[in-house]
């Protein structure tokens, strides 16, 4: 499974989880089987025996997104200066670079077979960007090359981080619980929950890097 699926699983499942959770309070507080201070215990003894599966799933959640991220940064790497010590590839490379700076490729298709080609490699993609944009008969050509979004990639992972650390612990898993509105509180986590999976479903592609 990959790491975008394995994550969309963690989010459904701590929402199941939890709202399954909030079923089990709500009963107890409306039931008439409980004095005030045994609905309190109660609610508390569940809430401590809830406490390990948030953990558990906050702990998964963590892992994917570091996981992910060192495999995507070391594709970076492995596509970028990881080629410079490949002989063939940086010939090829060199013989591109000098018929576009010779003004030899001209047709559309031919620059964006170029492209395809040699996508993944940030620092070809830096040159062939400069180059072309330098010629003002190029220039449109110099478009067709992706953004360069490994630092956003690195940001908008770390962001998802910090939502987990901030939904997925104990300690606000217990607030949505108590905070006078029980049921307003532990919808926001389900939500929570939601926007992440959502997130990760629309914007992120198998191994965590950004959709183009």
Do not use: C
Not at 56 to 64: K, S, T, V, W
Not at 65 to 70: E, K, M, Q, R, S
Not at 129 to 143: R, T, V
């Amino acid at each position: 499974m990959s790491k975008k699926a394995d994550l969309i699983k963690l989010f459904g499942e701590f929402k199941d989880r939890y709202n399954d959770l909030q079923v089990k309070v709500n009963e107890i507080r409306q039931s008439d089987a409980y004095t005030d201070t045994g609905k309190e215990q109660a609610i508390n003894k569940l809430m401590e025996g809830f406490k390990p599966t948030v953990q558990l799933y906050h702990d998964a959640a963590i892992a994917a997104i570091d996981t992910g991220l060192v495999a995507l940064q070391a594709k970076w790497k492995a596509n970028s200066a990881g080629r410079l010590t490949d002989a063939g590839y940086q010939i090829g490379l060199g013989n591109v670079i000098k018929m576009i700076e010779a003004g030899a490729i001209n047709d559309r298709d031919d620059m964006q077979n170029i492209i395809d080609t040699y996508k993944d490699d940030y620092n070809a993609m830096a040159t062939i960007k400069n180059i072309l944009s330098k010629d003002p008969q190029a220039m449109d050509f110099a478009g067709l090359i992706p953004v360069d979004n490994r630092e956003y990639n690195k940001k908008l992972l770390g962001e998802l981080r910090n939502n987990v650390d901030l939904h997925i612990n104990p300690s606000m898993a217990e607030t949505g619980f108590n905070t006078g509105y029980p049921l307003l509180g532990a919808s926001s986590i389900a939500m929570s929950m939601d926007s992440m999976a959502e997130f990760v479903n629309s914007r992120l592609a198998d191994d965590l890097s950004l959709i183009q």
